[in-house]
């Protein structure tokens, strides 16, 4: 029988019939990466490109990283396939996002969706116990033990106390002392050394760190009631004082080896808990290490591009130094916070440079994000970058314009869709205070003891985000 018109022949659509069987009866995942409608309601995988064969769209996005415009690997994809597309990076499928709900979103799920992604090296350099690893309620308790921390009046009092005696007192005092003239300074490198040094103090400077040691017991104890299995009786457990009689001590439980067997379950639960916190304390400190001095680098270079805002944020500085001085009150921490333009600048710095670009996370099952589905094992890319220059979200993205966050101060306080620099959910940073108060401290004394002449620098975003020379400027001290 001739086909007719419009009509397939009964034995091609029997096979069409039977190949879809198969395909959907055997390889369940191809099937789910062949449709867009899914199960999961409306859900529907993006539209987008997987790239080239193995090496996914990896190079474009890392040529792109290099450029003077990352986002343009973003921007390119959004006006084909929309905020929200499909990709390949580092060796997976992955959602993209720029869209600041799914971003959101995607932020604030839990592990049961998604859980935290980074390439194996920076896994292993990390360990499996670390914060930005570690998912569930272990990772709420160890993230509220932490925020409760950095965010405590005396760790930021103590802060601002080291911060300023090392500003001032060393680093500032050797570019007075330098000659005279003008001293030429790398921002970069004063910042890191400053920066690092500070947080050392305040992390594991046991000598005068009250908090440190709250913290390790404080980790101790929730960590003892973590495993009801390896639960420690408090009444057995060797007190710090009786440590060095251990080796007597054992000699005594050697007789009871129940016991024995119980004290060496106790001592290995102890050194996991000195993993617990040698690992997370390795964590707290890759953010001083970088992000905080990159900020205050990226501040004193887009400063040094905008002299309107240079003048406004100099007086604001020097209006509190002459305030405090006249009542001969030193500065507290709670006086650098209160400096409302100061803090704008900070907030237009964090929003145009982007410190951290984005963050990656996992799905553990297929999940939908506002009508979009992430399938199992795929990774989705939150790309802060491309909300924080989206002119739909910020006008005149690529402006440096600290006074759009007048009337924005709200937004600018921690995360909201459109400003995350620091995520957002159960993982927004808990340095985000310390971050700002570190950075209002240099600033401050940068501005009212110095002027200074920038050189020519470039910002560049990958991997990490940087200046090219370290920000190099000649500083002269202030006759007034
Ligand atoms: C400009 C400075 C900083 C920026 C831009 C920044 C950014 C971020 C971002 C985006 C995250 C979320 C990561 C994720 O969702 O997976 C994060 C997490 C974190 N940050 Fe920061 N951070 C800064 C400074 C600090 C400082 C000063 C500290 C502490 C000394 C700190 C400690 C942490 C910790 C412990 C986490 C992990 C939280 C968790 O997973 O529960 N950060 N930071």
């Known amino acids: 029988m001739e086909p007719s018109c419009g009509s397939w022949p009964a034995s091609i659509a029997a ?87 799914v971003s959101r979103a995607v932020l604030q799920a839990d592990a049961s969706a998604f859980v935290p992604w980074y390439p194996q090296s920076l896994m292993e350099l990390m360990g499996e116990s670390s914060i930005l690893v570690l998912g569930g309620g272990l990772q709420r308790r160890v993230h509220g033990l932490a925020g409760a921390f ?54 594991i400077g046991l000598d005068a760190g009250h908090e440190m040691q709250y ?14 299995d390896v639960k420690v009786d408090t009444k057995d457990h060797p007190r710090e004082e009786d440590k060095d009689d251990l080796g007597g001590r054992r000699q005594a439980w050697a007789r009871n080896s129940k016991r024995l067997d119980r004290r060496a379950a106790q001592q ?130 690529h402006a440096f314009n600290p006074w759009r966050w007048k009337d924005r101060a709200d937004m600018a306080v921690s995360s909201s869709s459109g400003f995350t620099p620091f995520g957002g959910g159960q993982r927004l940073c808990p340095g985000v205070d310390l971050a700002r108060l570190e950075a209002s401290i240099f600033l401050h004394h940068l501005v009212t003891s110095f002027r200074w002449v920038a050189e020519e620098d470039t910002i560049v975003n990958f991997p990490t985000v940087r200046l090219k020379r370290g920000m190099p400027i000649a500083v002269t001290p202030k006759t007034t």
């Open 268 to 397: 290995r639960e102890r050194r996991a808990h000195d993993q617990l916190i040698s690992d997370n304390m390795i964590d707290f400190m890759i953010p001083a290490e970088d992000s905080v001095p990159v900020l205050i680098t990226l501040a004193v270079k887009y400063l040094s591009d905008c002299p309107q805002a240079l003048q406004q944020l100099e007086e604001e500085n020097m209006e509190l130094k002459r305030r405090k001085s006249d009542k001969g009150e030193t500065l507290e921490w709670t006086d650098y916070m209160s400096l409302t333009f100061t803090q704008h600048v900070i907030t237009e710095t964090l929003r145009l440079g982007n410190i951290i670009n984005g963050i990656m996370r996992k799905a553990v099952r297929d999940v939908e994000v506002r009508g979009h589905l992430v399938p199992k094992g795929w990774r989705v890319l939150v790309y802060f970058r491309g909300v924080h220059l989206d002119a739909g979200v910020h006008e005149d993205p």
């Open 215 to 228: 913290l390790k017991k404080q980790f101790q104890e929730f960590m003892a009631g973590q495993e009801e």
């Open 15 to 101: 096979a069409l019939l039977a190949a879809v069987v198969i395909v959907r009866l055997f390889f369940p995942r191809a099937w789910s990466l062949l449709g867009t409608r899914r199960r999961t309601g409306e859900a529907r995988l993006p539209a987008g490109s997987l790239g080239l064969p193995l090496l996914g769209e990896t190079p474009a996005f890392i040529f792109a990283a290099y450029s003077p415009r990352p986002e343009s690997f973003v921007e390119k994809r959004s006006v084909l396939y929309g905020k929200v597309f499909k990709s390949h990076l580092w060796g997976s499928p992955a959602v993209v996002s720029t869209d600041p709900e």
């Open 150 to 203: 950095f965010k405590s009046p005396q760790l930021k009092a103590k802060v601002t106390a080291d911060m300023q005696r090392r500003v001032v007192g060393r680093a500032m005092d050797a570019w007075w002392k330098s000659g005279g003239g003008a001293s030429r300074v790398r921002v970069q490198d004063e910042a890191k050394s400053i920066v690092f040094e500070i947080l050392v103090r305040a992390l």
